[in-house]
Every structure is written in structure tokens, then in C-alpha cells.
């Protein structure tokens, strides 16, 4: 990211709203012909889908200038809001056929700027795709278009005892196509894994307009893994319509623990103890002295304040199970110094424990007029050194950062708070957040997640991978979608020598490296 001299340039930069500051982005060329023919495209448009789904005005495509990630803001070209496969497969199949840049959207929760539009593309938005299509308790799963909600999703199995695993955060308003997209986690990643492991089929469609189908309702399929491809592309490789999911039986009881710590750092180690003593939990938090207090005001949770690291252990299973892994945390957590311990009675008290930490983010809003939610993975041994390092940072940039973790998995995420209307203020943020996730590379881990990549952290892949890491992972995508047209300019940097760490500027109008071949 960098601020640009003399405003928008024609090709490679692309002035984009940032809070209440003019930010410019290294983004794809411009195609100024798809903008000219903008009413041929509308016109186009309506052979396919119903005119009331064609969104154009400027008071109508407001809304989807920018997803959860909302300190970057650009309206698209138009919006569109398909009712079925069909309609998607002849919109981009039109699409590709006429060079017409797709932004696929699902429910606008993401958090990396994936479903930021461009000024010459099409958004697609799948909130029409919004039915549960079947639920087969035999075979414990459930098929359902990718616009509905990840909650919707348990709230339509729980009267048989049965729930969908992945709980991120939001998952009162993501989409299941959403979380496919980006392989959301949550709380209970820690057992049972991500939504790549908790997908068992998928409906998608190809830029070039081709249906596909890949899986089922069998645990495995026959040859490549071609779902672990699909599952976390960011909206690179098609346009996801249709998933089938797992859903688990409810376990006999669930009970969680309370556990503070007068340091970090202890219970960084704790957590460590937990785990290999053969401990699973199926959820495992960590957050520090100022989201303590933060969230506790927003929703009442009963933490204890005096504590500087406050971790929420929750187990299940069946009640001897339960009661015994219980006495075994409580256990481990004395050996590291905890000074607090409660344990939950019933799924009131349990619910309350949780309640603190699912509000992490809107609790942020009381602490300063903006925040910055960092998204990393580092392995869990290195909790307690991320953490130091983290407040160095802070220091060093002179911006409060709060800290909320899935423990169990190493995923973190670091809340910078930060006054957008500040310019100073933005500036230094965007750099505190990519230290972070240098840091996270640093550690063993890496840049993102659950989150993904989009165009917040693209920038940093070259932290990751060279220059034929990338060339192989585009390869693929082009197989896919030859013109790449389909979310361009996310995920991958700009330039390809990761040598530049895909950053361009340009002064002028003239580039630094013309010779470099662009993305």
C-alpha cells in the first residue's frame, strides 16, 4: 500500500476510500472499454437473470462497495444478483466471453478485502441462494445453497440433537459458500477442524460457464483432492452454489472452565501442558488484560478483571469424561501459576463464558473510533513469544493492540485500535499489522488463518513464497480461468518477482521496474 502523488493512475493504481482518507492500491489494469459499454453489459445482463436483479445506480451498488474488511471502499461496475446455477453459469460464461472482470460476494463478512469490487467488474452477490436444498440425517449431513448462513445451518438440524461444527464469529450472518471460500475456522477448530474438513461435496461454476460437481455425500471421493483445492481459493477458481456439509450428533455434555493468569506468559504455557498431556479440547481461547476488561463491559461475562491473560477451556463428551478431563485442566493450570478458576454448571453459565469472547470485535468499537483485526498462525508453542513480541510492536508504533487467540490452534488475532481519520494513525497501522505477520512467518507459521489473503495481506505472500511457489499456484488458477478475470488482483502480488515483494510504486506516471511482467 502506498499514497500516491498526483491521484488515480490509468493502469496499475487505483484510488480506493479508506475510512475518511484517499488510499491508492496497486490493483488490476483498468479495462476503460468495459466502463464505455457499461449499458451494452446491463442490456446483456437482462437476458439472463430478472431485471430487478441487476443493481446500477449508484444509491443501489453502495452497499457492496466493501466487505468486512472496511477500511477499503471502491463501488463496482454494477451488481448482480443471480437466482440459481443456471443464471451464474450464463452470466460468467457472457462474462468471460467479453472480457468482463467477476467479483463473487457472498454474505460481505470477510475480513481481507476478497470481495473488494473493481470499477470495471461485475459483483456477483449470492444472497439469493439462500435454501437448505436437503438435510439427510442418515448420512449426517446436509446440502444447501452457498448463501446460507453458517448458523442457519445448525439452527435446522438441532431439533434432532445434530450441529455444524465450524462457528466462526460471525456466523450468525457469513454464508456457508463464504467460509468454503476462505476455509473458515472458529472456536471448535481446534477438535474439529476447519471447514475443509467438514465439506463433503460442492456445486461450482467456472469462468467459461461450466457446472461442476465435486464429492458428495461419501466421506472420500476417487482421485485428487480437487475439494482441498477449491476449499479456501478465495473466489479465484469459480464461483461456489451449492455445498454439502457434515453435521456431528451432539455430545452428552459440554462444560467449560475459566481459567486467568497473572501473566502472558503463563498462560501461553499452559496451553502448551494442555495439549501434550493428550488433551483435545474442542474449544481453547486466550485473551489479554485489555480485551478482558473490554469485553466484559460490552457483554457482562463475569471475567475476572484483575487477571492479565484469561483462558476459556471448553470440553466434551460424556459427563465421566467430562468431569474428569475438567479436573485435569484445573490441574495443569495450577502448575502455571493461574490465580482464578471457575467451572461452568450449566449451559447458562457455559454460554456466559463464551459470550465475552464472541463479542471481541464489537467490544473493540467502545476503545477507539476504528480497529484493525490481524489475522495469523503460529505454531501454539510460540503463544507466549508472539505475545511479547506483539507488545514490542505496539510500542514501537505507538498504537494499543488487544489480543484475542484460538489458543489450541496457534491462530491469532492481534486488534489494533487506531483512530482512522488520522492519517498518521492509518499509515502506521497498515505497518504495525504487517509487522505482526512477518512476526507470524518468523515463528514457524503463517500469514493468515481463517481469514484469507485478499488484498490485505497479498502484499506480504512473498514472505512465504518465491517467485516459482507463486508461478505454480497461478498456473493453476490459470487452468481455471484463462483471462483471469475471476477476483483479480486478490490473493497473489501484482508483480511476480516476489524479489519486489510484489509492491510497485509509481511517481509520475513512470514505474520503477517497467520491465517486470504484471499479473
Same mark, same amino acid.
Given at each position: 500500500?502506498?499514497? @500516491?502523488?498526483?491521484?488515480?493512475? *490509468?493502469?496499475?493504481?487505483?484510488?480506493?476510500?479508506?475510512?475518511?482518507?484517499?488510499?491508492?492500491?496497486?490493483?488490476?489494469?483498468?479495462?476503460?472499454?468495459?466502463?464505455?459499454?457499461?449499458?451494452?453489459?446491463?442490456?446483456? &445482463?437482462?437476458?439472463?437473470?430478472?431485471?430487478?436483479?441487476?443493481?446500477?445506480?449508484?444509491?443501489?451498488? =453502495?452497499?457492496?462497495?466493501?466487505?468486512?474488511?472496511?477500511?477499503?471502499? +471502491?463501488?463496482?461496475?454494477?451488481?448482480? &444478483?443471480?437466482?440459481?446455477?443456471?443464471?451464474?453459469?450464463?452470466?460468467?460464461?457472457?462474462?468471460?466471453?467479453?472480457?468482463? =472482470?467477476?467479483?463473487?460476494?457472498?454474505?460481505?463478512?470477510?475480513?481481507?478485502?476478497?470481495?473488494?469490487?473493481?470499477?470495471?467488474?461485475?459483483?456477483?452477490?449470492?444472497?439469493?441462494?439462500?435454501?437448505?436444498?436437503?438435510?439427510?440425517?442418515?448420512?449426517?449431513?446436509?446440502?444447501? +445453497?452457498?448463501?446460507?448462513?453458517?448458523?442457519?445451518?445448525?439452527?435446522?438440524?438441532?431439533?434432532?440433537?445434530?450441529?455444524?461444527?465450524p462457528d466462526p464469529s460471525s456466523q450468525l450472518a457469513c454464508s456457508i459458500g463464504g467460509n468454503v471460500a476462505e476455509n473458515s475456522g472458529g472456536i471448535h477448530s481446534l477438535k474439529y477442524g476447519t471447514t475443509t474438513?467438514?465439506?463433503?461435496?460442492?456445486?461450482?461454476?467456472?469462468?467459461?460457464?461450466?457446472?461442476?460437481?465435486?464429492?458428495?455425500?461419501?466421506?472420500?471421493?476417487?482421485?485428487?483432492?480437487?475439494?482441498?483445492?477449491?476449499?479456501?481459493?478465495?473466489?479465484?477458481?469459480?464461483?461456489?452454489?451449492?455445498?454439502?456439509?457434515?453435521?456431528?450428533?451432539?455430545? +452428552?455434555?459440554?462444560?467449560?472452565?475459566?481459567?486467568?493468569?497473572?501473566?502472558?506468559?503463563?498462560?501461553?504455557?499452559?496451553?502448551?501442558?494442555?495439549?501434550?498431556?493428550?488433551?483435545?479440547? @474442542?474449544?481453547?481461547?486466550?485473551?489479554? =488484560? @485489555?480485551?478482558?476488561?473490554?469485553?466484559?463491559?460490552? @457483554?457482562?461475562?463475569?471475567?475476572?478483571?484483575?487477571?492479565?491473560?484469561?483462558?476459556?477451556?471448553?470440553?466434551?463428551?460424556?459427563?465421566?469424561?467430562? *468431569?474428569?478431563?475438567?479436573?485435569?485442566?484445573?490441574?495443569?493450570?495450577?502448575?502455571?501459576?493461574?490465580?482464578?478458576?471457575? &467451572?461452568?454448571?450449566?449451559?447458562?453459565?457455559?454460554?456466559?463464558?463464551?459470550?465475552?469472547?464472541?463479542?471481541?470485535?464489537?467490544?473493540?468499537?467502545?476503545?477507539?473510533?476504528?480497529y484493525y483485526c490481524m489475522d495469523g498462525s503460529i505454531p501454539r508453542g510460540k503463544l507466549a513469544v508472539a505475545l511479547k513480541e506483539i507488545k514490542k510492536l505496539s510500542k514501537k508504533y505507538n498504537l494499543k493492540v488487544?489480543?484475542?487467540?484460538?489458543?489450541?490452534?496457534?491462530?491469532?488475532?492481534?486488534?489494533?485500535?487506531?483512530?482512522?481519520?488520522?492519517?498518521?494513525?492509518?499509515?502506521?497501522?497498515?505497518?504495525?499489522?504487517?509487522?505482526?505477520?512477518?512476526?507470524?512467518?518468523?515463528?514457524?507459521?503463517?500469514?493468515?488463518?481463517?481469514?484469507?489473503?485478499?488484498?490485505?495481506?497479498?502484499? &506480504?505472500?512473498?514472505?512465504?513464497?518465491? *517467485?516459482? *511457489?507463486?508461478?505454480?499456484?497461478?498456473?493453476?488458477?490459470?487452468?481455471?480461468?484463462?483471462?483471469?478475470?475471476?477476483?483479480?488482483?486478490?490473493?497473489?502480488?501484482?508483480?511476480?518477482?516476489?524479489?519486489?515483494?510484489?509492491?510497485?510504486?509509481?511517481?509520475?506516471?513512470?514505474?520503477?521496474?517497467?520491465?517486470?511482467?504484471?499479473?
Amino acid at each position: 500500500f502506498f499514497q @500516491a502523488e498526483d491521484g488515480i493512475r *490509468d493502469y496499475d493504481v487505483t484510488g480506493v476510500q479508506t475510512c475518511a482518507l484517499p488510499i491508492y492500491l496497486v490493483l488490476p489494469k483498468i479495462d476503460r472499454s468495459t466502463i464505455k459499454k457499461k449499458e451494452f453489459i446491463l442490456g446483456k &445482463l437482462k437476458k439472463f437473470t430478472n431485471a430487478e436483479n441487476i443493481l446500477s445506480h449508484q444509491s443501489e451498488i =453502495k452497499p457492496y462497495e466493501t466487505d468486512g474488511l472496511a477500511a477499503y471502499k +471502491q463501488t463496482p461496475l454494477a451488481v448482480v &444478483l443471480p437466482e440459481n446455477t443456471e443464471e451464474v453459469s450464463k452470466i460468467l460464461k457472457f462474462c468471460n466471453d467479453e472480457n468482463i =472482470k467477476i467479483i463473487p460476494r457472498g454474505a460481505g463478512t470477510g475480513l481481507s478485502g476478497g470481495a473488494l469490487p473493481l470499477q470495471d467488474a461485475i459483483t456477483l452477490g449470492l444472497g439469493k441462494f439462500n435454501k437448505i436444498l436437503e438435510i439427510d440425517f442418515d448420512n449426517k449431513c446436509v446440502v444447501a +445453497q452457498s448463501g446460507v448462513t453458517n448458523l442457519s445451518i445448525t439452527h435446522a438440524v438441532q431439533h434432532k440433537g445434530f450441529y455444524y461444527a465450524p462457528d466462526p464469529s460471525s456466523q450468525l450472518a457469513c454464508s456457508i459458500g463464504g467460509n468454503v471460500a476462505e476455509n473458515s475456522g472458529g472456536i471448535h477448530s481446534l477438535k474439529y477442524g476447519t471447514t475443509t474438513n467438514n465439506i463433503l461435496g460442492i456445486e461450482m461454476v467456472i469462468m467459461d460457464g461450466t457446472i461442476c460437481r465435486v464429492g458428495g455425500k461419501t466421506l472420500d471421493q476417487e482421485g485428487y483432492d480437487i475439494m482441498g483445492l477449491i476449499c479456501g481459493s478465495e473466489g479465484l477458481l469459480g464461483v461456489i452454489t451449492e455445498v454439502t456439509v457434515k453435521i456431528l450428533k451432539k455430545t +452428552q455434555s459440554v462444560r467449560a472452565a475459566l481459567i486467568g493468569f497473572s501473566t502472558i506468559e503463563d498462560g501461553g504455557n499452559c496451553v502448551s501442558d494442555i495439549i501434550s498431556s493428550g488433551i483435545i479440547p @474442542a474449544g481453547m481461547e486466550i485473551m489479554d =488484560k @485489555a480485551l478482558i476488561v473490554a469485553t466484559d463491559n460490552f @457483554a457482562k461475562a463475569g471475567y475476572p478483571r484483575d487477571a492479565e491473560a484469561l483462558m476459556i477451556v471448553e470440553l466434551d463428551g460424556t459427563k465421566s469424561e467430562v *468431569d474428569n478431563l475438567l479436573k485435569q485442566v484445573g490441574d495443569i493450570a495450577k502448575k502455571n501459576n493461574s490465580n482464578s478458576l471457575k &467451572l461452568s454448571k450449566n449451559e447458562k453459565e457455559r454460554l456466559a463464558f463464551w459470550s465475552g469472547r464472541k463479542a471481541a470485535f464489537p467490544a473493540c468499537g467502545a476503545m477507539a473510533p476504528d480497529y484493525y483485526c490481524m489475522d495469523g498462525s503460529i505454531p501454539r508453542g510460540k503463544l507466549a513469544v508472539a505475545l511479547k513480541e506483539i507488545k514490542k510492536l505496539s510500542k514501537k508504533y505507538n498504537l494499543k493492540v488487544v489480543n484475542a487467540f484460538h489458543a489450541g490452534d496457534g491462530n491469532l488475532h492481534p486488534i489494533i485500535v487506531f483512530d482512522g481519520g488520522n492519517k498518521d494513525q492509518f499509515k502506521r497501522t497498515e505497518e504495525l499489522g504487517a509487522e505482526i505477520l512477518k512476526l507470524c512467518v518468523k515463528l514457524g507459521g503463517v500469514l493468515t488463518g481463517e481469514h484469507g489473503v485478499g488484498i490485505e495481506k497479498r502484499e &506480504l505472500m512473498c514472505e512465504m513464497f518465491n *517467485d516459482n *511457489d507463486i508461478q505454480q499456484q497461478l498456473s493453476i488458477k490459470k487452468s481455471l480461468d484463462q483471462k483471469n478475470l475471476l477476483n483479480p488482483g486478490k490473493v497473489y502480488p501484482i508483480l511476480r518477482k516476489c524479489a519486489e515483494e510484489g509492491r510497485v510504486y509509481v511517481h509520475r506516471g513512470e514505474e520503477k521496474f517497467p520491465d517486470l511482467p504484471r499479473f
